[in-house]
């Protein structure tokens, strides 16, 4: 029995494949209705300048310039201000729990108002002489604690902060892989998730 049912089932295949099958319909001659358009895109960061967000316009400015003093630019290699920490922090900061926005927004005051007793303007006009006495606290050596008064604790974070925006940037990262003859730094930038 077993062997009729298979002869039955290899004649119905050979006679069902000379059974003619439905043509399917033909599509329109006009075959672009279809296409999808191809975008050219781009990084919003390389598209237009970032807008602050958190900080007041002179709490920026002294970010902006305790980022430049912190991490300069060596020869070729971008420092935080070519990098635009500043404006990262803006974005990072705007994000962050209310007692990281506190510590900066009170760290950022107390520079401005320390620059302003003592020069008669703010921590973003200072000279690379004045600015000395003003970030006296990063020469103190570090404690596992950490420093006890607030503005030295604001500084010694901004300093890690501003350290690791900077490494963390596109520009720097382009630096490496122009400079690294393995091409470095190649994957090493994380682009905006909107």
């Not at 009729?4 to 033909?26: K, Y």
């Not at 922090?89 to 729990?97: K, N, V, Y």
């Not at 607030?150 to 990262?173: G, I, M, Q």
């Not at 190649?186 to 905006?192: D, K, L, S």
Request: glycine share 6%; with cysteine.
């Amino acid at each position: 029995m077993k062997r009729r049912q298979a002869l039955q089932s290899l004649a119905g295949i050979s006679a069902a494949s000379a059974l003619s099958l439905p043509v399917p319909a033909q599509q329109p001659a006009s075959s672009a209705i279809n296409e999808k358009p191809k975008l050219e895109t781009s990084i919003a960061d390389a598209a237009a300048q970032p807008i602050c967000r958190f900080f007041s316009a002179d709490q920026f400015a002294a970010l902006q310039r305790l980022s430049e003093i912190l991490m300069p630019a060596v020869g070729e290699t971008p420092g935080a201000k070519q990098a635009g920490a500043a404006d990262f922090l803006d974005f990072l900061i705007s994000d962050s729990p209310a007692d990281r926005q506190m510590l900066y927004r009170d760290g950022l005051d107390e520079l401005n108002a320390e620059a302003r007793s003592r020069y008669g303007h703010s921590f973003a006009e200072v000279s690379p002489v004045e600015v000395k006495p003003l970030l006296a606290s990063l020469r103190e050596p570090w404690t596992y604690r950490g420093p006890a008064n607030p503005s030295a604790r604001f500084l010694h974070a901004a300093k890690l902060d501003v350290l690791y925006a900077t490494t963390n940037s596109r520009e720097w990262s382009l630096d490496q892989a122009r400079r690294s003859r393995r091409a470095g730094g190649i994957g090493t930038y994380w682009y905006p998730i909107d």
